[in-house]
């Protein structure tokens, strides 16, 4: 479909969407988030998908955003920060409020907005070997556009534990945090989500459709006001001085000056 996803649909209306940009870890640049937002509002209105599973090709899940795309936010003029920004949130509202089932299968590193991504699909099953973590504070950000679905998935006691440490955690504390529904060898990773897929088949599509619908409505409010409040607080970051200091010390290979680096 592009050059930084794929999709794959089979006979039964199962459509896996495949995040395919595995040398760079799946993070997620510029390309990667309008394809993902096409992706979504294309899947959300065919009507012979019942089911989407999210996915992604390569070691890792996806490593969060694209370094090389934050940098080049820090020298645009703030009305391109800020419309930079509101691409990846409204792109993640697209994945939270597609009207299919969502079915995450993690696996490798899902850092930053890799935590995100699994936190908009309705259920996400994890290979024994995952490691997570919301790392955007070691570089200067915050977990800003992500926040409302991270919160939302895990509760605000639970997120409390990982969303402002930058603390790497196991499979096994994905669980207890909410993030994964369960984990499960590598090798049974495909099963486990088949396993999710099926019950839906089952399903009248137009009353799933209604359910999840009606469940964002019951559950917290992640509306136009909340986003575009996530999209200011990741263009304030990029504007300030130590998302700069800690993108630059990345590419450096040096340490910030928070961890008793140069600068």
């Known amino acids: 479909m592009g050059d930084t996803i794929s999709i794959e649909r089979d006979s039964r209306g199962v459509a896996t969407l495949w995040l395919d940009r595995a040398d760079k870890h799946n993070a997620l640049s ?38 090389g795309w934050m940098r080049d936010q820090m020298a645009a003029e703030p009305a ?3 419309e930079e920004a509101g691409k990846l949130a409204w792109m993640l ?17 899902a850092f930053g907005g890799g935590v995100g991504m699994a936190s908009v699909c309705d259920i996400a099953i994890g290979g024994d070997a995952v490691l997570m973590g919301l790392t955007e504070t070691r570089l200067g950000l915050i977990p800003a556009t992500i926040g409302p679905y991270v919160c939302a998935r895990m509760g605000e006691a639970r997120a409390r534990r990982v969303f402002m440490s930058g603390r ?16 499960v060898p590598g090798e049974d990773l495909d099963a486990a989500v088949e396993a999710e897929v099926a019950p839906y088949l089952e399903c009248a599509p137009e009353a799933v459709a209604r359910a999840k619908a009606l469940l964002r409505e019951l559950g917290p409010r992640i509306d136009e006001a909340v986003v575009l ?6 263009a304030a970051c990029w504007t300030g001085d130590e998302a700069p200091e800690g993108i630059a010390a990345f ?11 140069a600068g």
Do not use: Y
């Open 30 to 67: 510029a390309r990667m988030i309008a394809e993902i937002t096409q992706a979504a509002q294309d899947l959300g209105a065919d009507d012979t998908v019942r089911v989407v599973v999210l996915a992604a090709r390569g070691k890792s899940f996806c490593a969060g955003g694209d370094l």
């Open 80 to 82: 391109q920060r800020a």
């Open 93 to 109: 509202q697209a994945l939270n409020t597609l009207p299919k089932p969502l079915i995450g299968r993690v696996h490798g590193n």
């Open 168 to 183: 790497r955690f196991g499979a096994g504390e994905a669980v207890d945090l909410g993030l994964l529904a369960r984990v």
């Open 229 to 234: 409040h996530t999209i200011d607080e990741l």
């Open 251 to 261: 590419f450096d290979k040096r340490k910030p000056r928070w961890q008793g680096g």
